[in-house]
């Protein structure tokens, strides 16, 4: 590994999804690490019901892991776009509550140490990328199964949606070598081979969402249906608005709606 930084260019990039350095004097925030005790992990999230338009733990810890999959989903775009290693350590980022316009609770991520690192080998990559999902992102995983008592296969897809958008999304490819990278890489992270890089798991805990696209009724463009409920419907604030374009089968949803 040899020291690096990122450029202005990728830390304005990484701000734009409310990933940035870390203020001490400007910003309060809560160290992410404490949220590895549950008891902790209930406490933040019933302090934040009405930033988030929640009323229940279910709810709320989903709605935690959707912001918190960008911790995943923001640390692999550096890695395989940039060849970076940010420091994604548990006791290096601090979480510090954010409400857009539109009344969605957006949590800023923020990194104490905003060092880098680039990646000379392929072993040096692959360790931080098990580091990242086998000890920091399936460790939360847990503490939300248990806490907030959130399937994990709910808390995976929250992960996966977020993956999947940065894959497939070509504004981050800029060249033939980071495109076959990004190939490379996106077709390890689906791989049952390397499912170790994501906990205790016989089988890879993403690859079971990356469906086909399909074209759905009242929709332009063709979408991946998801396979569990995020509920997000039963929030107050503006994202219950976005289940209008996730025509997943929402079982409980429509069994919400049956019952009135
Ligand atoms: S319809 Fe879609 S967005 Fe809405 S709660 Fe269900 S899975 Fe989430």
Same mark, same amino acid.
């Given at each position: 590994? &040899? ?15 409310? =990933?940035? &350095?870390? $203020?001490?004097?400007?910003?309060? !925030? ?5 949220? #590895? ?20 733990? &279910?709810?709320? !810890? ?7 999959? #960008? ?9 395989? =776009? ?17 409400? $857009? ?8 991520? *923020? ?9 000379? @080998?392929?072993?040096? &990559?692959? %360790?931080?990328?098990?580091?990242? #999902? @086998? ?16 399937? $994990?296969?709910?808390?995976?897809? $929250? ?10 999304? %070509? ?20 791989? %049952? ?24 009724? !009242? ?11 995020? =509920? ?5 604030? !503006?994202?219950? =608005?976005? *289940? ?17």
């Amino acid at each position: 590994m &040899k020291p690096a930084s990122l450029t202005d260019e990728q830390w304005a990039l990484l701000k734009q999804y409310r =990933f940035q &350095k870390w $203020n001490p004097s400007s910003e309060g !925030g809560t160290d992410a690490m404490l949220l #590895f005790d549950e008891g902790e992990m209930v406490r933040y999230l019933e302090g934040r019901f009405s930033l988030m338009g929640a009323h229940d733990l &279910k709810t709320a !810890g989903s709605l935690f892991m959707k912001r918190y999959a #960008f911790v995943a989903a923001l640390g692999m775009l550096a890695a395989t =776009f940039w060849n970076r290693k940010l420091n994604l350590s548990p006791d290096n980022l601090v979480l510090v509550d954010h409400v $857009n316009e539109n009344g969605l609770w957006l949590p800023k991520v *923020c990194l104490k140490d905003d060092e880098a690192g680039e990646f000379t @080998s392929t072993s040096e &990559k692959e %360790d931080f990328i098990q580091s990242l #999902f @086998s000890d920091h992102l399936d460790k939360i995983i847990g503490v939300l199964k248990h806490s907030a008592k959130l399937p $994990n296969l709910i808390l995976w897809e $929250n992960v996966a949606v977020y993956l999947f958008w940065i894959y497939e999304n %070509d504004a981050f490819v800029t060249g033939k070598t980071i495109h076959d990278r990004k190939e490379r890489d996106f077709a390890q992270l689906l791989s %049952d081979e390397n499912s170790h890089w994501f906990g205790m798991y016989n089988k890879n805990p993403l690859n079971r969402y990356y469906t086909e696209k399909e074209r759905v009724e !009242g929709l332009e463009d063709e979408i991946r249906v998801r396979k569990t409920c995020c =509920f997000s419907y039963r929030l107050e604030n !503006g994202e219950q =608005f976005r *289940c209008k374009t996730c025509p997943q089968t929402c079982k409980v949803k429509r069994m919400v709606h049956e019952s009135n």
